[in-house]
C-alpha cells in the first residue's frame, strides 16, 4: 500500500486513542508512532525523521514548533479534533498544512451537555454520593420542570442543532444566536434567532456551541452575566475560554448563577486527560470551582463515545491518505481560512510548499 512507509508521530496518545487509531489503521496502513507527550517546544524534536504529525486540542502548536516541524520536513499537521485554537496558523501558513476533523459526533457533544444540564437540575452527582454514604434525604435536592423553561443555544452549527432537537423533546422554548442563520433549520424546528444580549436577558439555560474566536472569547463575563437571569445554568462543552472563569466564579458566589456545567476550562491544557488524585491542584480558579456543589466539571470527555472515537480515527486518517496521494484536502484550514479569506478551489490546496 503507499501509505505503509510513511511514519506518523502520534502525540497525547491515550489506551482509547491507540485502540480506534489502531483498528481504523488497519485499512490505511500507516506507521504510526505513539508517544506519551504533548506536542511542544520541549518535545518537538521527536518528530524529526517522520512525515506527518498528530496532535490534539493540548498540543502547543505555536511559531516555535512550526519552525521545528518545518525544519524536520513535516508537511502535515492532523489535528484529531475539531477545535484548532491551539495552532499558530500564520506561522504555519505556506510551511505545513493543517487538517481537522470538522465533525466527529455532534450527538456525542450534545448529549453530554444535555447530560449536564439534567444532572445540575436534578442534582444527580449530589444524590448519588448521599445514597452512597446511607443519607436517603431529599433535601436540598429540588429541581425544576424543563418544559416551558427557555434554552439558550449559542452556535447553530451540527452540534447546536442536535441539543436544540433534544431540548424541542424536552418541550423547552428555545433562542439562539448564530451570525449565520439557517433559516430552512430556524422553520423547521420552529425557534427563534434573537441579539446575544436577547438570549442572555431571557434565558434559563445558556448552553454555549460556538467557536472559539477573537470575537467570542470571554463572551461570557462579568457584563453578559449581569444581564442574565437570576439563577441561570450555563453550560460550556466548547472551549474554556469562551467563559471568563473569575468572572463566573464571582457570580456563582453572588448566587447569580445558579449553576454551571463546565465540560472545558479556560486553562485545561495542564490537568485534563491527565489523572492527578494524587497531588495537590496548583490552579487556584480549578480548585475554587470545584469546590461549588452547583458547579459539575468534566473532563472535555463531551466527545468520549464509540461512535466518535471511530469517526476521529477514520477522518484524521483520512485526511492523511489524501494529503500524500496528492488529493484535494477537503478538511484544510489555513491562515486565511481562519480570516475567512480563503477562495480555496476544491481541486486544489491552500498553498503550496515552497521550500
Not at 434554552?151 to 432537537?165: E, F, Q, R, W, Y
Request: aromatic letters at 12%; charged letters at 25%.
Amino acid at each position: 500500500m503507499k501509505n505503509l512507509n510513511k511514519k506518523i508521530a502520534f502525540f497525547d496518545a491515550k489506551p482509547y486513542d491507540r485502540e480506534s487509531f489502531d483498528r481504523v489503521n488497519e485499512s490505511f496502513g500507516f506507521n504510526i508512532n505513539y508517544f506519551d507527550a504533548h506536542l511542544n517546544p520541549q518535545t518537538v524534536e521527536l518528530t524529526y525523521g517522520f512525515d506527518a504529525v498528530c496532535a490534539f486540542v493540548n498540543d502547543t502548536i505555536n511559531k516555535e514548533v512550526i519552525k521545528h516541524l518545518f525544519e524536520h520536513n513535516i508537511e502535515i499537521i492532523a489535528l484529531r479534533s475539531a477545535g484548532y485554537n491551539n495552532v499558530d496558523f500564520k506561522a504555519a501558513f505556506g510551511k505545513i498544512h493543517v487538517v481537522r476533523v470538522p465533525a466527529y459526533s455532534p450527538y456525542a457533544v450534545a448529549e453530554h451537555a444535555a447530560a449536564l444540564i439534567l444532572s445540575l437540575n436534578r442534582k444527580i452527582h449530589k444524590a448519588y454520593n448521599r445514597i452512597r454514604d446511607g443519607n436517603f434525604s431529599i433535601n436540598g435536592l429540588l429541581g425544576f420542570d424543563m418544559y416551558g423553561k427557555t434554552a439558550g443555544i449559542i452556535g447553530t452549527g451540527k452540534i447546536g442543532k442536535v441539543l436544540i432537537s433534544i431540548l424541542k423533546g424536552f418541550g423547552m422554548k428555545i433562542l439562539a444566536y448564530d451570525p449565520y442563520p439557517d433559516e430552512i433549520y430556524v422553520k423547521e424546528m420552529k425557534f427563534k434567532y434573537v441579539s446575544l444580549d436577547e438570549l442572555f436577558k431571557k434565558s434559563d439555560i445558556i448552553s454555549l456551541h460556538c467557536p472559539l474566536t477573537r470575537e467570542t472569547e470571554h463572551m461570557i463575563n462579568e457584563r453578559t452575566i449581569k444581564i442574565m437571569k437570576d439563577g441561570v445554568m450555563i453550560i460550556n462543552t466548547g472551549r474554556g475560554k469562551l467563559i471568563h472563569t473569575s468572572a463566573l466564579i464571582k457570580m456563582l458566589k453572588a448566587g447569580k448563577v445558579g449553576s454551571a456545567g463546565l465540560d472545558v476550562y479556560e486553562e485545561e491544557s495542564e490537568y485534563f486527560f491527565e489523572d492527578y488524585s494524587t497531588e495537590m491542584i496548583s490552579d487556584d480558579i480549578l480548585a475554587r470551582l470545584i469546590t461549588f456543589p452547583n458547579v459539575l466539571i468534566t473532563s472535555h470527555q463531551g466527545f468520549f463515545t464509540k461512535e466518535a472515537l471511530h469517526n476521529i480515527a477514520e477522518t484524521t486518517l483520512d485526511n492523511l491518505k489524501e494529503f500524500f496521494s496528492g488529493g484535494y484536502l477537503k478538511n484544510e484550514i489555513c491562515y486565511k481560512c481562519e480570516s475567512k479569506e480563503c477562495m480555496k478551489n476544491k481541486k486544489q490546496r491552500c498553498f503550496k510548499i515552497i521550500k
